[in-house]
T-cell receptor, first 114, second 114 residues
Framework: SQQGEEDPQALSIQEGENATMNCSYK?????LQWYRQNSGRGLVHLIL?????REKHSGRLRVTLDTSKKSSSLLITASRAADTASYFC??????????????FGKGTLLTVNP | DAGVTQSPTHLIKTRGQQVTLRCSPK?????VSWYQQALGQGPQFIFQ???????QRGNFPDRFSGHQYPNYSSELNVNALLLGDSALYLC?????????????FGPGTRLTVL
């Protein structure tokens, strides 16, 4: 079952614009990660935010986490055509014990037009 | 430094057959996780191997089994293939399998069941 749900399912913007993707999840988490996937190939880790953090930056990426609303957002600033990819949020649900799996959403397909 | 490698890249099988997929983790990583990604969906956790043992399993039938070797490489075996097993199979490695660590993904094996 999918824990996270990304919104929107697809997003098309022009180069230079900002792109915002949202992720909602259902249960308490230990942390949330964002991954990127080009053309159905392997996933690349972008950023990890822990449940006690509210905002994190990495280059042109900004991630926020609101645990009270069970949601996260990924902002890509000054987008480039090379940012075209699918973006997934992945959660580590808190289970009270050891958990080693990540639960992914269905992803947002971002298209950046030159 | 080689990243995560998977073989083969593509595979075509018929219903009822058996398949073995292989994964070599990133250098220095001792934990391997396997994910199944159906078309248009996010990856779904199959299981994780650590110290040659299955440490955690997702919601997959016993037809899915695995193995980890002393050099940390891993295999995913699927018996009695069904059409619904057609998917991209992703292998991910990490230093200790903790969900607090980023997962490094391989390029995947595209399995088609006819």
């Amino acid at each position: 079952s999918q824990q996270g749900e990304e919104d929107p399912q697809a997003l098309s913007i022009q180069e230079g614009e900002n792109a915002t993707m949202n992720c909602s999840y259902k249960t308490s988490i230990n942390n949330l990660q964002w991954y990127r996937q080009n053309s159905g190939r392997g996933l690349v880790h972008l950023i990890l935010i822990r449940s006690n953090e509210r905002e994190k930056h990495s280059g042109r990426l900004r991630v926020t986490l609101d645990t009270s609303k069970k949601s996260s957002s990924l902002l890509i600033t000054a987008s480039r055509a090379a940012d075209t990819a699918s973006y997934f949020c992945a959660t580590d649900p808190y289970s009270g014990g050891s958990n080693y799996k990540l639960t992914f959403g269905k992803g947002t397909l971002l298209t950046v037009n030159p | 430094d080689a990243g995560v490698t998977q073989s083969p890249t593509h595979l075509i099988k018929t219903r009822g057959q058996q398949v073995t997929l292989r994964c070599s983790p990133k250098s220095g990583h001792d934990t391997v996780s396997w994910y199944q990604q159906a078309l248009g969906q996010g990856p779904q956790f199959i299981f994780q191997y650590y110290e040659e043992e299955e440490r955690q399993r997702g919601n997959f039938p016993d037809r899915f089994s695995g193995h980890q070797y002393p050099n940390y490489s891993s295999e995913l075996n699927v018996n009695a293939l069904l059409l619904g097993d057609s998917a991209l199979y992703l292998c991910a490695s990490s230093p200790d399998g903790s969900s607090y660590n980023e997962q490094f993904f391989g390029p995947g094996t595209r399995l088609t069941v006819l």
